[in-house]
């Protein structure tokens, strides 16, 4: 069963200079016990353009299906979209709160050239 994770502590992106441009999103978070997996974020779907002009995820995992210790344990997940001219920012929704990072903010930005080794792919990194 997929659930919401319990928190997310950090999160950076990267916009893939791509036709069109793809706004990738890693985040890591913490879960309430052991054994989750599947860890993602998924996009919000928008009728129309957000007045607050943040495109919205949900830290999700799967969680598990047996017996788990309960002890607080990080858990990592990715999400992708398409890099819109209105974006300014990032939320992600957890059990536990929300994380904002506002667009071209050095402290949450990846920058990878597109003739690197990724070759331009905005994700995995090695970090």
């Avoid at 779907?45 to 999700?60: A, K, N």
Wanted: hydrophobic content about 40%; glycine content about 8%.
């Amino acid at each position: 069963m997929d659930a919401k994770i319990y928190s997310v502590e950090s999160a950076c992106y990267c916009i893939a200079e791509t036709m069109p441009a793809q706004l990738s999103v890693q985040a890591s978070g913490t879960v309430n016990s052991t054994d989750w997996t599947n860890g993602r974020l998924i996009p919000w779907t928008y009728v129309t353009q957000p007045t607050d002009e943040m495109v919205d995820f949900e830290f999700i995992a799967t969680a598990p299906s047996g017996l788990a210790m309960w002890d607080m344990s990080p858990i990592t997940g990715h999400g992708l979209v398409e890099m819109d001219d209105w974006i300014k920012g990032i939320r992600i929704h957890t059990s536990n709160g929300d994380l904002e990072i506002m667009l071209f903010d050095s402290r949450y930005e990846k920058k990878i050239p597109i003739n690197s080794p990724e070759g331009g792919i905005p994700w995995p990194w090695n970090v």
